[in-house]
């Protein structure tokens, strides 16, 4: 079994940043594809934002984050880091890291944190 723990969240005003990070621990968990994908207010679906796979290949599942969001995975220990800079009142969501044993794509992640607020004031 994976587990798999967000922190980090806040309330920030645009053009603020801050830094999410995840750890997942398990079995096999280093052979998994990690993501950050997140819930706007309202919204029914979690949108996928980043993900990187066991081999490391990252993709920006997002344009609107393109230029102001990066992120790596420490593969010692398993880590995720999301480092949000310019932040927008529409980036406002709670963000979730989740893992997937496929390894290779987050699009069917299993296993997920419980989530992490983050909250921008214009």
């Known amino acids: 079994q994976v587990q798999v723990e967000e922190s980090g969240g806040g309330l920030v005003q645009a053009g603020g940043s801050l830094r999410l990070s995840c750890s997942a621990s398990?079995?096999?968990?280093?052979?998994?594809?990690m993501g950050w994908w997140r819930q706007a207010p309202g919204e029914e679906y979690k949108e996928e934002i980043v993900c990187i796979t066991r081999s490391g290949s990252k993709r920006y599942s997002s344009d609107s984050i393109e230029g102001r969001f990066t992120f790596s995975r420490d593969n010692v220990n398993n880590t995720l880091v999301l480092q949000m800079n310019n932040l927008k009142p529409e980036d406002t969501a709670v963000y979730y890291c989740?893992?997937?044993?496929?390894?290779?794509?987050?699009?069917?992640?299993?296993?997920w944190g419980q989530g992490t607020r983050v909250t921008v004031s214009s």
């Open positions: 398990g079995v096999n968990a280093r052979n998994f594809a």
């Open positions: 989740a893992a997937a044993s496929d390894g290779y794509s987050c699009g069917r992640s299993e296993f």
